[in-house]
């Protein structure tokens, strides 16, 4: 069973050296997001809705407010999740090619990438739709199928814990991730599948923003990227160092076990050789 623990050679080493500057790296360049945000950024003037929409009785007219600027950390965040659960399905691939446990590790620790910033995806987005909706949510096409997202995700940990094989969680895990990230390119485009989603359509071809927003916007979402992929690089470190150990207390076990039936199988031995020994002498005596 192979245990190599992450990306080798140099460039693994590489990765290794430099994941707390990614991380520091990524932190700062959010905080300039956010901060850039809330102080340079204008303000969105509001795009007009193609007709006035009716939510939780008030009627919505215009889908980009002073609320917006939740988008310039919420977007980047969102973007992170998809990332993280394509990586998570690419290694449950991997693994199902060449049932290698390093990359069920991978693809596992990658899933929970993905559910910390799926939580922080719901949890600004929910925030967005009360300020600019005016309720914690409503069953519109984009969230219906990210909290779908977020329910396969949780189902794949709950999944994970049924099977107390470490061959049979692997494998029914990485089918299971495959085709739970069916849903990720679903949730990324429905707002441009569904005419009728009044949810923003954010990355446009027509959006021209300004430099002012532009900037901070992507400031963020490559900050979220790296911060992401820095998350990803400890936390298959310290799971990888968790698979050794457990290797290793299954060797010890395996170890411990044969060494058991070695001393039980010396003791038989020794147990017939009396025996026969006792034959041969009692046998002279009876005869």
Known sequence: ??????????????????????LAAGVLL????????FTLAPLVQGAQLSEPVIIAGTQVTTKLLLSQKIFYLHVPVAVASFAAMAFAAFFAIRFLMTRDRVFDVRSKTAMEITLVFIVATMISGDLWTYFEWGVWWTWEPRLTTYFILMLLVIGY??????????????????????????????????????PTSIHPVVFRTDSGLPPMM?????????????????????AVRINMDALE????????????AWAQRARADE??????????AAVRTDGPEEG
């Open 157 to 194: 940990f709950i999944l994970r814990n049924a099977f107390d094989d470490p061959e049979r969680r692997a494998r029914f895990s990485a089918v299971f991730g495959v085709v739970a990230f069916i849903d990720a390119p679903i949730s990324f485009l429905i707002t441009r599948l569904v």
């Open 1 to 22: 069973m192979n245990t190599e623990k992450g990306t080798t050679g140099a460039f693994g080493r590489a990765l290794e050296r430099w994941t707390p500057a990614l």
């Open 30 to 37: 959010t905080v300039v997001d956010v901060v850039w945000t």
């Open 214 to 234: 532009l900037i901070p916007f992507l400031l963020g979402l490559f900050g979220m990227l790296m911060v992401a992929f820095a998350l990803y690089r400890i």
């Open 267 to 276: 003791a038989l031995e020794r147990l017939r050789a009396h025996a026969e």
């Open 245 to 256: 150990v457990e290797e290793l207390k299954q060797q010890l076990e395996e170890q411990d």
